[in-house]
């Protein structure tokens, strides 16, 4: 019965598939067109990818840390390290920079040698105000000289804010609008205004200005992802192209081919755009991918189509046959390939969870178009020629095929000697795989915003803030004497810790207090003793700009204190030794029966995020491997057959992780991905050799050696073709400047080849062995879904 419903599903599809080519081409020419109405609602991502559920405890500290201080990502650095910047006409025009950045709107405020204020001490009335460090002086030499060594020698206050300790490096930090921090607007500032105005002020005054801060990098590197969509296409289509025109030879297959997938490319950006999701690093790679995955299906069928012309000419025929059972075959590939992607909406991370719904959605799409248009086109088309058809006949798949079956044949042995040595070097790679949650590894190192990032990191000891935020649990708790004590004694214990900066915080302003109390005098930039705090309060009564530098380090109620350190480009396994190391420090500093202290910020929360993935990756791999097996199961009815058919495909993921491994590649979001897309790709091949082979077991009535081999040779040069195309088509994504992009692009082509080698020889060495124990009458009786044979065509006999 199943059989019979399975032939006559797929024969109504055929016929309405070819009874209604006009209205299908102007079905999908409408649907194509409304896609591309739904372009103009993509938006590129402007913030970190956030890998955590917006409900974890992670995201709900640091959002309360956003509602306490504000945002935190909005500070933009421009550095010289030059001397010659303390020239009068040179040092004249860093400053007049300053003073035109001050005036876009997207600036809120730009901290410069020029407008530094520095704390001084009034009599009648007692009190502190914040004065020009300069004034109204002229910016001649003498002035400029003096400004260098007053800032050097007499200023600890600016230290690794507007100087750097490590040598004579000055910045200017602007610090952006928050409601642009996360907008369009940042990029329009960043990539029109702020990086013209650069080049400018380097070509005029022949000095090197270093750029950073979250702001620019984010814009920059969201930049290079818009330039590589682009990119991706047209390499996925050339090398694609380029493969499918060397397999067959014919203008006119590539042609319809490439128009395929273009179509398919143009659906998923219309996706993308009428789910309003963003355009992020793991949306970007879903266009080419759809390009790579399509690829295949149109192998399939125009392969097909090709064979069938070969041996019987009649164009009809050749159409129903290849809608019926290449169309059954490679739905169920789809189908799993789908399945590996749809894993990730199981999970809780919003954005996996965008990117496995819209990459299942399109495969799904690329199929559908794949089987509608490439027979329709060619059923307008006249019979392909003679030349077209050689392919069919080359030798050297011949020879390839041959070897396989030799090998299946008389060294079974050694496939399965191999196979063991490969699983035990790769679970011993497994042992060696680190974990990264870097935020900037994948960035383009050579990239010159990359670049400027090591400068910073070398002078500054950072920019990517971690902030610790301290609840004293009682109003004005921070500005206590004992608690600056207490945080004074932390900051000590951060400034030792080699991967990040010295701390900012309200300590320090106390500090400036007291050398301010002492007519500027530097080395009384520390904390005041009791008896100097009671002299020093009626001072701070009168400061009347210095809530604003109080509200950068204390929340309103005084309750909460901000502690912001740098980090330099560390990854999860070196923030996780900090984080162990700084806890007992900050619990023995902060009694947690009195205190509590949280420590939050983005780069933080990037590195919780990889942390969270690598926990769900075997989660969300074991769904894939389930909802595939259980549509195996459903397909040949056999829990042995089953249980075989896993062995060629899980084998190709540890001998991948195993490289991972031994070649230092970490896991990371990036490379995370590689396990499930491989396992839903690699299956495919599983499901058209056990298809083909439980079709020649029937016809060869259950003689299992000789439907093995025949099912080799049928499938084999298909599976070499599709598994070709695959390897290249996914090695594109290598030439990106994107560390993650580069190793995912490796490690999938690098599987499938594995994958392709283990169906080939694993899978039918291990029907062979087992033979009679998973293949017989019983367990192969009454499949669900079956590939039909050639003397069901019904069609034909009409």
């Not at 149109?298 to 009649?314: A, M, P, R, T, V």
């Not at 009347?544 to 204190?561: F, K, L, M, W």
């Not at 560390?570 to 009195?594: A, C, H, S, W, Y």
């Not at 029907?767 to 039909?788: D, F, V």
Request: hydrophobic share 45%; charged share 20%.
């Amino acid at each position: 019965m199943s059989k019979i419903f399975s032939f006559g599903f797929w024969n109504s599809i055929a016929r309405v598939i070819l009874r209604n080519r006009l209205v299908i081409i102007a079905i999908i020419v409408g649907i194509t067109i409304f896609m591309a109405t739904q372009w103009q609602h993509m938006r590129f991502s402007y913030t970190e990818a956030n890998l955590l559920p917006d409900d974890h405890p992670v995201n709900l500290v640091y959002n309360d840390f956003l509602d306490k201080f504000g945002e935190e990502g909005n500070v933009i650095m421009l550095a010289v390290n030059d001397p010659s910047l303390f020239t009068t006409p040179k040092f004249k025009a860093w400053e007049e920079l300053a003073k035109t950045l001050e005036n876009y709107p997207a600036v809120e405020n730009v901290i410069s040698l020029g407008n530094l204020q520095k704390l001084q001490k009034f009599e009648d009335p007692k009190r502190f105000e914040m004065v020009p460090f300069v004034g109204d002086r002229d910016w001649d030499e003498a002035t400029v000289d003096s400004l260098q060594k007053e800032l050097f020698t007499a200023m600890p206050f600016y230290e690794n804010l507007i100087y750097s300790t490590h040598s004579q490096t000055v910045q200017t930090v602007i610090y952006l609008n928050e409601q642009i921090v996360n907008s369009e607007e940042r990029k329009v500032f960043v990539l029109e205004e702020l990086q013209p105005l650069i080049e400018n002020f380097e070509e005029e005054n022949d000095l090197k200005v270093h750029v950073s801060g979250m702001p620019y990098i984010r814009t920059l590197n969201a930049q290079n992802i818009i330039d590589e969509i682009g990119l991706f296409i047209v390499a996925a289509l050339f090398v694609t192209s380029l493969i499918f025109f060397f397999f067959f030879r014919s203008f006119r297959a590539t042609i319809i081919s490439m128009i395929t997938v273009l179509i398919g490319v143009m659906w998923s950006f219309g996706v993308i755009g009428l789910f309003n999701y963003e355009i992020t690093v793991l949306t970007a790679l879903i266009p080419p991918l759809i390009i790579v995955i399509g690829i295949p299906n149109c192998i399939f069928l125009i392969n097909k189509y090709q064979q069938e012309i070969k041996n019987h000419g009649n164009q009809a025929k050749s159409l129903q046959r290849v809608i019926t059972k290449v169309g059954n075959a490679t739905m169920l590939t789809n189908v799993t390939t789908a399945s590996g992607f749809a894993a990730f909406i199981l999970t809780d991370s919003t954005l996996l969870k965008e990117f496995g719904i819209v990459a299942s959605i399109n495969i799904i799409a690329i199929f559908i178009l794949s089987l509608l248009i490439i027979p329709i086109i060619y059923s307008y088309m006249h019979l392909p020629k003679d030349k077209h058809l050689k392919h069919l006949n080359k030798r050297w798949i011949g020879a390839f095929v041959d070897w396989m079956e030799k090998m299946v044949r008389q060294r079974r042995i050694t496939i399965y000697i191999t196979s063991i040595i490969l699983l035990a070097l790769s679970i011993i790679g497994i042992y060696q795989i680190k974990i990264s949650g870097s935020l900037l590894e994948d960035m383009p190192q050579e990239a010159c915003f990359f670049q400027d990032i090591r400068f910073f990191e070398a002078e500054f000891d950072g920019i990517m803030p971690l902030e610790i935020v301290i609840d004293t649990k009682r109003p004005r708790g921070a500005l206590a004497l004992a608690n600056l004590k207490r945080m004074e004694t932390l900051e000590t214990a951060i400034s030792d810790v080699p991967e990040l900066s010295q701390p900012l915080s309200v300590v320090r302003l106390a500090k400036y207090s007291k050398q301010a109390y002492y007519n500027g005098n530097p080395k009384y930039f520390q904390l005041p003793t009791s008896q100097e705090q009671n002299f020093i309060s009626p001072y701070l009564k009168g400061l009347s700009s210095g809530e604003n530098i109080i509200s950068t380090y204390v929340d309103s109620t005084g309750r909460y204190a901000r502690m912001t350190t740098f980090m330099k480009d560390i990854g999860t396994e070196e923030m996780k030794r900090i984080e162990e190391n700084l806890v007992p420090q900050i619990n023995k500093t902060f009694p947690p029966d009195r205190y509590e202290v949280t420590m939050t910020g983005k780069a933080l929360i990037f590195q919780k995020g990889t942390t969270y993935l690598v926990k769900n990756l075997i989660v969300s791999l074991s769904l894939a491997i389930l909802l595939i097996a259980l549509l195996m199961a459903w397909m040949f009815r056999s829990f042995r057959m089953i249980l075989v058919s896993l062995i060629p495909n899980l084998l190709p993921l540890l001998v991948t992780a195993g490289m991972m491994g031994f070649l230092g590649i970490p896991i990371k979001p990036s490379t995370i991905l590689v396990f499930s897309i491989a396992f839903g790709i690699s299956v495919d091949d599983t499901i058209h050799f056990l298809a083909k082979y439980r079709q020649e077991l029937k016809a060869n009535n259950w003689k299992i050696k000789r439907s093995v081999y025949a099912a080799l040779r049928e499938t084999g040069v298909s599976m070499f073709y599709t598994s070709i195309v695959l390897f290249f088509g996914f090695s594109v994504f290598m030439i990106s400047s994107f560390g993650g992009t580069v190793a995912l692009g490796g490690l999938v082509s690098a599987t499938l080849l594995f994958a392709m080698l283990a169906n080939l020889l694993l899978l039918p060495s291990l029907l062979l062995s087992l033979e009679k124990r998973i293949a017989n009458k019983e367990t192969l009786k009454e499949p669900a879904i079956e590939i039909i044979a050639e003397e069901d065509d019904i069609l034909e006999e009409e």
